[in-house]
């Protein structure tokens, strides 16, 4: 179920050139807001990405290393970039390339606390 208002705050991403996609996951993998490329078979998608940030936070915890706040998987070209919201709530870019990262993460840590007091 999206949530109205939320594509305004992820727009900012695809200012970006690499950026194909900004996406807030909520509980059980919903997809709340999205812009840029649809995943192919989003809810699937979805799924999947909330599950590997629960696994990734869980294996944190569990091996001393602090609570989960963003995770990086690469792929072939690619990058799925997770941060977390809140405990409920996931921001996912999915990259082109990762010679930008630093750029995305400030961008990540400036769009964050406008995500938040949307959700809340």
Known sequence: MLKPGLEPLLSPFLDK????TAMVIGPGGAMLGQVGQMPPD??????YCRTLFSIAGVLGERTGY???DGLILEYRGHQLIFNRINTDHSLVLVVRG???LGVLRYLV??????IV????
Do not use: I, K, N
Not at 17 to 20: K, L, N
Not at 109 to 114: D, E, G, I
């Open 17 to 20: 050139p690499e950026v194909e």
């Open 42 to 47: 989003p809810e699937v998608f979805t799924v």
């Open 66 to 68: 602090s609570t989960l």
């Open 98 to 100: 990762s010679g930008q």
């Open 109 to 114: 840590q400036r769009q964050l606390p406008q």
């Open 117 to 120: 007091e949307h959700l809340a």
